[in-house]
């Protein structure tokens, strides 16, 4: 039960992740590859109107080359929104149950550690328990903010091409592409808290802060009864 809930649950979502954040860094390689062919070659001499004409040709099929690149990942982008949008729906509610086990364990671990002080082999358990709920929980962080920091940089991307000099439509829409990156999207855990380093981070020191706690009053205790 233990394997199935935990080990396979973590895989099937750190699958899933990687997935999201492969796409993105697609997309990402697909909006720095739009770029402008500027090879084109001029005689030292006036031009001619024929000349000119064909320059205004080649311009505009570059420019319609490049706005059918950029609809492309805009239709991409818009494919792997709607796939973390249902990662999160999916998730959250298991993500919520997950976050509870592993703070409730690693709590319990640490008023086992007070209660069981001065005992080295039940020591080392409770450690290698409490390490396994915290390898969970980072695992389960990790994840969350790698997908959060790879749909940001989606924004620097698209910033990044070669966007200057191209028409005002091709600039609009890379600019709603920005606008869409730049809205943060993060993994959350039953809408509650986010799923990131931060929320590790935070679960962490109030285990710690508990553990302190609890031996400052059985040190308080000791010295009462003395």
């Known amino acids: 039960m233990c394997l ?3 080990v396979a649950f973590i895989s099937l979502y750190a699958t899933l992740v990687c997935i999201a954040c492969s796409q993105l860094e697609k997309l990402r390689a697909s909006l720095l590859d739009i770029r402008q062919n500027r090879d084109i070659s001029k005689d030292s001499g006036a031009e001619t109107d024929q000349e000119e004409i ?13 706005q059918k690149q950029l609809n492309d990942c805009i239709r991409h982008h818009q494919d792997i929104l709607e796939f973390m949008r249902a990662l999160e729906a999916t998730m959250n509610p298991m993500m919520l149950a997950h976050f509870l086990l592993i703070a409730g364990g690693m709590c319990f671990a640490t008023f086992s550690a007070v209660t069981s002080s001065g005992r080295l082999l039940q020591l080392a358990q409770i450690l ?8 969970q929980l980072y695992t389960y962080c990790w994840f969350g903010t790698e997908l959060t920091r790879q749909a940001e940089s989606l924004s620097d991307a698209a910033w990044r091409s070669d966007w200057i000099g191209t028409p005002v439509s091709f600039q609009r829409c890379l600019i709603f592409i920005i606008a869409t990156a730049r809205r943060d999207f993060v993994l959350t855990a039953g809408k509650f808290v986010s799923v990131s380093r931060e929320t590790m981070l935070t679960i962490i020191n109030q ?4 553990f302190m706690f609890l031996l400052n009053f059985k040190d308080m205790d000791t010295d009462a009864d003395q």
């Open 4 to 6: 199935c809930s935990f």
């Open 207 to 210: 285990t710690i802060s508990y």
């Open 128 to 135: 290698i328990v409490y390490i396994a709920f915290a390898t």
């Open 54 to 66: 064909q320059e205004v040709h080649i311009s505009q099929k570059m420019f319609n080359h490049m």
